[in-house]
């Protein structure tokens, strides 16, 4: 264990209004892309809109679609965020007061986690103690901390150590009654872990796709985003060489992913070691292409509306659980409208209105956060 290498501060010392906009173009999705893709589906499913549909929703178990793609990149987010975040700390502050930041942000963010699935109104037995939001502070904490403790070059043994770790335990450890090795849905060991270990409410009947062991390669998830956060964070580097590395590590980890699928499976749900590299791959490009159009080529307008998003994201998450946006939208455009819509122009516009309504709604309720400049961090 070492002292890390924080990167100094850019010259321009400003924000990155590319990462705001792509954190906000995945919570675009975060609250509304599947319930898009669902009503999808009742339309015709051929042509751009059998594509969209399928797109926007989740494979069944082993594969990948773009609205698989979402959660992996906001983990990586929050990767390049903890560059910038801790950086500023530790020069500040020092790195023990970096560390407390981390360990309260984390139980903070955890504790959001438990109250956004209903906390233990319903009694103790309905607590989900792994969610979305726990797995994004468990990542958040446990990189944040590595990231404080830990040189590049030790990250990297630790993202490759918890990437081979995983596949290991997942490829050697025999399941009872099914053996090692075996990936499918409940036969697998992160499924089993679960069903023996985590207690109270499982999503997924006896497990979770937040569950226990998968944790760990969600964390390598994080890490990606680190490795981005340096190089962005980088003032040695100038902005075009910064998004050629970011494509080429991109495709490099996509197809390493895929080569790796074929002894490991990708799969979202146990948060495989080849769809990390998958998707971190695909988080890279993403990265890549918004940093370049807005803040290299300074294309950045037609972005604002991510960027309003971006700068909100666990205070619209929350609230979309409180306040769902598709059932405000449907007080307006279900109904009467809803219903000519499905039988005038076609069957399945209507849901697809509502939901598009429900993303509109949440946009414009984060306009008006930006107008007042309320910015609500954990």
């Known amino acids: 264990m070492t002292t890390p290498n924080v990167p100094p501060a850019p010259a321009t010392g400003g924000r990155l209004t590319s990462l705001d906009a792509l954190r906000g173009f995945i919570m675009l999705w975060i609250m509304g892309g599947d319930s898009i893709g669902h009503a999808l589906t009742k339309m015709e499913p051929t042509g751009l809109v059998g594509l969209l549909s399928t797109q926007l929703n989740h494979v069944d178990w082993e594969g990948f679609r773009f609205y698989d793609l979402i959660f992996p990149t906001f983990v990586f987010i929050i990767g390049i965020s903890i560059v910038y975040s801790l950086a500023r700390t530790v020069e500040r502050e ?16 955890y504790g959001l986690g438990i109250l ?113 956060g340096l190089l962005m964070r980088d003032p040695r580097s100038t902005p075009n060489r910064k998004t050629l590395i970011l494509v080429g590590a991109g495709i490099a980890s996509i197809a390493l992913g895929w080569v790796w699928s074929l002894q490991f499976p990708v799969i979202k749900k146990i948060w495989t070691s080849s769809y990390v590299l998958v998707a971190g791959g695909w988080s890279a490009l993403l990265l890549a292409w918004f940093y370049w159009v807005i803040d290299v080529r300074g294309w950045a307008l037609w972005a604002r509306p991510m960027v309003w998003i971006g700068l909100n994201p666990i205070l619209i998450y929350m609230l979309g659980s409180f306040l769902p946006f598709d059932e405000a939208a449907a007080r307006v455009l279900g109904g009467p409208v809803e219903a000519f819509l499905n039988e005038s122009v076609t069957a399945g516009l209507g849901e697809v209105a509502i939901s598009v309504g429900g993303i509109l709604l949440a946009i414009g309720i984060c306009w008006f956060l930006d107008r007042r400049k309320i910015y609500v961090r954990v």
């Open 94 to 109: 020092g790195r023990g007061a970096a560390v407390q930041r981390v360990l309260r942000r984390t139980v903070l963010l």
């Open 116 to 228: 956004y699935y209903g906390g233990w109104d319903q009694g103790w037995g309905h607590v989900r103690l792994l969610g979305v939001l726990q797995r994004l502070a468990l990542c958040y904490g446990a990189a944040a901390l590595l990231f404080l403790f830990f040189r590049p070059r030790g990250l990297v043994f630790w993202c490759a150590g918890l990437l081979l770790g995983y596949w290991a335990l997942m490829a050697l450890v025999p399941v009872p009654e099914f053996g090692a090795g075996n990936y499918a849905e409940g036969k697998n060991l992160a499924n089993w872990i679960d069903a023996q270990y985590l207690p109270l409410r499982k999503w997924d009947g006896d497990h979770d796709p937040e569950g226990l062991l998968s944790t760990l390669p969600a964390i390598a998830s994080c890490l990606l985003g680190v490795f981005a």
